[in-house]
Nanobody
Framework: VQLAQSGAELRNPGTSVKVSCKAS????????IYWVRQAPGQGPEGMGR????????NYAQKFQGRVTFTADTSTSTAYVELSNLRSEDTAVYYC???????WGQGTQVTVYT
């Protein structure tokens, strides 16, 4: 099982960012994809999950209205898009699957003025 994430992103406040997570080595629709972020000096923070089979999502309350999870079954790729970025969104964003047994390498998102 491998989860390969897209590269680092730099954004200005108020803009959006979209991070990808390409899955391989298993049947993509069989497991949820979870998204977790970790800001500098802080612990991991769950953002929610998507069921790639039917696109069903569950967002953490904190992110509702600003985050969107999608999954493309044709490419076995999941995406997280975060809008209206703030400096507090600077973090490493991770995807995970298999009940958190398998993790992507992380994507650094930096929001700066």
């Amino acid at each position: 099982v491998q989860l390969a994430q897209s590269g680092a992103e730099l954004r200005n406040p108020g803009t959006s960012v979209k991070v990808s997570c390409k899955a391989s080595g298993y049947t993509f629709i069989n497991y949820y994809i979870y998204w977790v972020r970790q800001a500098p000096g802080q612990g991991p923070e769950g953002m929610g999950r998507i069921d790639p089979e039917d696109g069903g999502t569950n967002y953490a309350q904190k992110f509702q209205g600003r985050v969107t999870f999608t999954a493309d079954t044709s490419t076995s790729t999941a995406y997280v898009e975060l809008s209206n970025l703030r400096s507090e969104d600077t973090a490493v964003y991770y995807c995970a699957t298999g009940g958190f047994a398998f993790w992507g390498q992380g994507t650094q998102v930096t929001v700066y003025t």
